[in-house]
């Protein structure tokens, strides 16, 4: 009896645990990409280091979210101009045609922030995801103490938190007219911060000053970091499925934070063909054009979909028929008809 009853709760605890995952893997999954600036030099280091920061990063994120949220699946898309044998392990690296959106973007330097930072795009309001952040090879690569790199791994984080739950910065910005770093308060000036000390990189829930206009404050309506953070991830387990694991925790023990699995991705290469014709009269000789048409008919129905095609004809003058265009199912016929039908 006891051992029947025993294995209902064990499936229950399953099941509850694979419902949970799938309501918690849109923060468990991260895509990155490398952008064609990065130079493939460094690429060794680079991905190490990249490796090295997520994993700090997915170790507070765990002891931020008390172990609900980690990184577990981390889709890193490299540079097709990068030379992949030398980077990526090669039992980690498989071709694909497509990867979504990444969320977090690796890049030379920001036009305007530099290369010292990573940066949250945000275009929506409070619990909103962004749009993507930007993570500079500068901030990324420059050598760093084991107390440095706890602070980069935190930065990353409070980032991640904007990207993936929509909150913001909970201090004011220097020279800020809507957020000021600076406040009056009766005569005085007061630092614009949702709290006197951080823990964990945010503001802890004791204590903490809803009132002061930061930017966290008034797109949140005076909710901190933590609190949009708490109700998000609520919503996310119903109170069923919560109550059901928090007593499989206490019969399984604490969360334990698990390794983080990295993927890389190298983009597939493409034939890319351009195709360059001699328009001139004595093309006529021999029926020399209509045998050419035919032939490259014959070649462009031959060549797989995603070859680029391009074609220039020259007779006087060079002149371009077709820009560089990627072959379809739909657009074939339309890439040979651009070869004109006559020669000069």
């Known amino acids: 009896m006891i051992r029947f009853r025993m294995e209902i709760v064990l499936k229950i605890l399953v099941l509850?645990?694979?419902?949970?995952?799938?309501?918690?893997?849109?923060?468990?999954?991260?895509?990155?990409?490398?952008s064609e600036d990065v130079r493939t030099t460094d690429c060794n280091r680079t991905l190490q280091n990249l490796e090295d920061l997520i994993l700090e990063t997915s170790k507070r994120i765990f002891n931020i979210t008390s172990g609900k949220v980690q990184l577990?699946?981390?889709?890193?898309?490299?540079?097709?101009?990068?030379?992949?044998?030398?980077?990526?392990?090669?039992?980690?690296?498989?071709?694909?045609d497509?990867?979504?959106?990444?969320?977090?973007?690796?890049?030379?330097?920001?036009?305007?922030?530099?290369?010292?930072?990573?940066?949250?795009v945000q275009h929506e309001g409070c619990g909103q995801p962004g749009r993507q952040t930007e993570l500079p090879t500068g901030f990324l690569n420059k050598h760093a103490a084991e107390e440095e790199e706890e602070d980069r791994a935190t930065l990353l984080m409070k980032e991640w938190l904007k990207l993936k739950f929509g909150v913001f910065e909970e201090d004011g910005f220097q020279g800020d007219p809507l957020y000021p770093s600076l406040v009056k308060e009766g005569?005085?000036?007061?630092?614009?911060?949702?709290?006197?000390?951080?823990?964990?990189?945010?503001?802890?829930?004791?204590?903490?000053?809803?009132?002061?206009?930061?930017?966290?404050?008034?797109?949140?309506?005076?909710?901190?970091?933590?609190?949009?953070?708490?109700?998000t991830l609520a919503d996310v387990t119903s109170n069923t499925t919560s109550n059901v694991t928090s007593r499989m925790i206490s019969v399984l023990g604490s969360p334990a934070?698990?390794?983080?699995?990295?993927?890389?991705?190298?983009?597939?290469q493409h034939s890319r063909i351009l195709i360059v014709l001699d328009r001139t009269s004595s093309m006529g000789m021999n029926n020399r054009w209509s045998l050419l048409h035919r032939e490259l008919f014959r070649l462009i129905s031959s060549l797989p979909d995603n070859t680029e095609v391009g074609i220039i004809t020259f007779g006087q003058r060079p002149s371009v028929s077709l820009m560089p265009t990627v072959l379809s199912a739909e657009n074939r016929e339309g890439v040979y008809g651009r070869i004109p039908r006559r020669h000069l």
């Open 16 to 34: 509850v645990h694979s419902v949970l995952c799938v309501d918690l893997s849109r923060y468990e999954q991260l895509n990155i990409e490398i």
């Open 72 to 96: 577990r699946n981390v889709v890193i898309k490299l540079p097709g101009s990068w030379e992949a044998d030398n980077c990526a392990p090669p039992t980690l690296r498989h071709d694909a």
């Open 98 to 120: 497509d990867v979504a959106s990444p969320d977090f973007l690796v890049q030379e330097s920001h036009p305007l922030l530099g290369d010292r930072l990573p940066w949250t």
């Open 187 to 231: 005569k005085e000036n007061i630092t614009n911060s949702g709290c006197l000390h951080k823990v964990q990189g945010v503001c802890p829930r004791e204590d903490y000053k809803e009132d002061l206009p930061t930017k966290q404050n008034v797109l949140c309506s005076r909710r901190s970091v933590l609190s949009v953070l708490d109700d």
């Open 257 to 268: 934070f698990l390794p983080v699995n990295f993927r890389y991705v190298v983009p597939r």
